[in-house]
């Protein structure tokens, strides 16, 4: 892309079907990451929890040796499982920089409470150009150089959507920025200007 050039995608509508597809994808994306990585960890937990229940009733209901110390001995090493099993999974969680998998429905509420209001559309802007970058979705304004990581917080690519995120933005509500990639001009121009961002993530995150 030449440095003197300017994308400019100009008005574009925003519909919540669309961008909701996408996050809902995005989301079940992430959510496979999170089970591939702790999925076996949390099924040893909730096997543990569960063969915990009739092993402290049979050692509460047999008070005979041995019987009483077998079942509290299973249930001790069952916790032991459970503790590990738990610790292991909260690694694997920081390992992905996150606290855990967010539903389907807690995606819906968001992206309606922070994006489309009870609306199925919403009416948006964007100019890319050389150095800097504005965006106007639903009358909020925002506009950074490409290199500020702090004013910006993400930038990255899913299903042809592009998504920015503000960082130390101050006076700016708690948004996300959609620009569908197949309304500008030049995608692939634009990308590879964006991915010399320092809060360029990755692309089909």
């Known amino acids: 892309m030449n440095r003197n050039d300017t994308i ?17 994808d995005q989301r079940d994306a992430s959510a496979q990451v999170i089970d591939d990585k702790t999925g076996l960890w949390r099924k040893v937990r909730i096997a543990s929890v569960i063969a915990m229940v009739p092993l402290f009733l049979v050692g509460i209901t047999l008070k005979q040796a041995p019987w009483m110390q077998i079942a509290f001995v299973a249930f001790f090493v069952l916790g032991i499982i459970f503790k590990v099993s738990s610790w292991l999974i909260k ?7 996150t606290s855990g998998t967010v539903s389907r429905n807690t995606v819906v509420k968001a992206l309606d409470r922070r994006i489309f209001k009870g609306r199925e559309a919403v009416q948006a802007q964007a100019r890319f150009g050389p150095d800097q970058f504005e965006l106007v979705q639903d009358k909020i304004r925002f506009s950074a150089a490409y290199g500020d ?10 299903k042809g959507m592009l998504q920015i995120t503000p960082g130390d ?12 990639l197949a309304r500008v001009p030049d995608p692939a121009a634009l990308m590879e200007r964006l991915q010399e961002s320092p809060s360029f993530v990755f692309a089909h995150a």
Request: proline fraction near 4%; hydrophobic fraction near 45%.
């Open 8 to 24: 400019d995608t100009g008005t574009f509508t925003l519909q919540r079907e669309h961008v909701l597809a996408v996050m809902q």
């Open 149 to 158: 990581e702090k004013k910006i917080g993400i930038i990255f690519e899913r």
């Open 91 to 97: 690694r694997g969680m920081n390992r992905l920089g």
């Open 169 to 180: 933005a101050r006076g700016l509500p708690d948004v996300i920025f959609f620009i569908p």
